[in-house]
């Protein structure tokens, strides 16, 4: 099972045909197995109550498997589980730096994808 907890200081849901909430000042923590796999936050964040995606808006940092995330946009695809990014992005971890262009992280199999001008800095 899968899913996610938005904690807000504002939420709004929209009077429109594709209803979607808008949150500001947004805590969200991404479930996989009713296990929490990721937490992230962001200053404004617009959810699509019929596909239950995220789209994650201005200083967006976040926490995955002993990595920080930090970026200007992130994406959270509930059907396909994933975190993407196409702006640049900076990974960090206590041994390496990443940063890309466009950062794409697989929550089912914990991996991450990297490219547009990938750089690294790894601490041995």
């Not at 709004?12 to 923590?29: A, G, P, Y």
């Not at 589980?81 to 089912?108: C, G, W």
């Amino acid at each position: 099972r899968k899913g996610f907890r938005l904690k807000a200081d504002t939420m709004k849901l929209t009077n429109s045909d594709d209803e979607k909430l808008l949150c500001k000042n947004v805590t969200c923590t991404i479930l996989s197995q009713n296990q929490e796999v990721a937490h992230v936050t962001a200053k404004k964040t617009l959810m699509d109550t019929r596909t239950k995606d995220l789209f994650l808006k201005g200083k967006v940092t976040g926490d995955f498997n002993e990595l920080n995330l930090k970026g200007r946009n992130f994406n959270y695809s509930h059907a396909k589980h994933t975190i993407d990014t196409i702006d640049k992005a900076l990974i960090t971890h206590p041994s390496f730096t990443i940063e890309s262009n466009k950062t794409k992280l697989q929550l089912r199999s914990k991996t991450i994808e990297f490219s547009g001008q990938v750089e690294s800095n790894f601490t041995l």
